[in-house]
Antibody
């Protein structure tokens, strides 16, 4: 059974840092690109970042570019999102999502999400 | 960045109704569009990809159409479990974007 499970969310002060993780299982993790998608409370979905299967290529939304870094460790089947200089508007549930296939970046498996709250 | 505009933002419908949701892209995206269903407190679930391909396990009452800038998601006969919020997402290029969502409520 394919599973992606996020962890590491929590409360952080504005300007602080946090790293969230996503563990994949039940599929060949190193074969698929992965993304982070977030959802602020009561709001819609916002794509945050994507990393290719090898980790060589990364992409970011303008709203997080220069502050967030996506990475992966294929030996540990784990995806990461390092978030620095956090702002109140970064408060959201952060979902890890698996790219469905070899072409087109859309997502067939999502985790349950991890809540990041930025507040003093 | 490509903007996706969904309409309506919400609708009320009855079980058995035919429901159509529209997603308009700010520029042409060929058929690079996916649709998701999200229920409260849950992660999104993929319904349709490449505008009209039905994801495995998704009921056949869901269908998608369109190309270029105008797309639709149709539920042919609304079921109780279909009351949810629906999002479109383009994957023509980066940055990826989602539509604002369409909430489908019980009438």
């Amino acid at each position: 059974e394919v599973q992606v499970v996020e962890s590491g969310g929590g409360l952080v002060q504005p300007g602080g840092s946090l790293r969230v993780s996503c563990a994949g299982s039940g599929f060949s993790f190193k074969t698929y690109g992965m993304s982070w998608v977030r959802q602020a409370p009561g709001k819609g979905l916002e794509w945050v970042s994507h990393i290719s299967d090898s980790g060589y290529s990364t992409y970011y939304a303008d709203s997080v570019k220069g502050r967030f870094t996506i990475s992966r460790d294929n030996s540990k089947n784990t995806l990461y999102l390092q978030m620095n200089n956090l702002r109140a508007e970064d408060t959201a549930v952060y979902y890890c999502a698996k790219k469905r296939g070899t072409s087109g970046v859309y997502f067939d498996y999502w985790g349950q999400g991890t809540l990041v709250t930025v507040s003093s | 960045a490509i903007q996706l505009t969904q309409s309506p933002s919400s609708l009320s419908a009855s079980v058995g109704d035919r429901v159509t949701i529209t997603c308009r892209a700010s520029q042409g995206i060929y058929s690079a569009l996916a649709w998701y269903q999200q229920k409260p407190g849950k992660a999104p679930n993929l319904l349709i990809y490449y505008a009209s391909s039905l994801e495995s396990g998704v009921p056949s009452r869901f269908s998608g159409s369109g190309s270029g800038t105008d797309f639709t998601l149709t539920i042919s006969s609304l079921q109780p479990e279909d009351f949810a919020t629906y999002y479109c997402q383009h994957f023509n290029n980066f940055p990826l974007t989602f539509g604002g969502g369409t909430r489908v409520d019980i009438k």
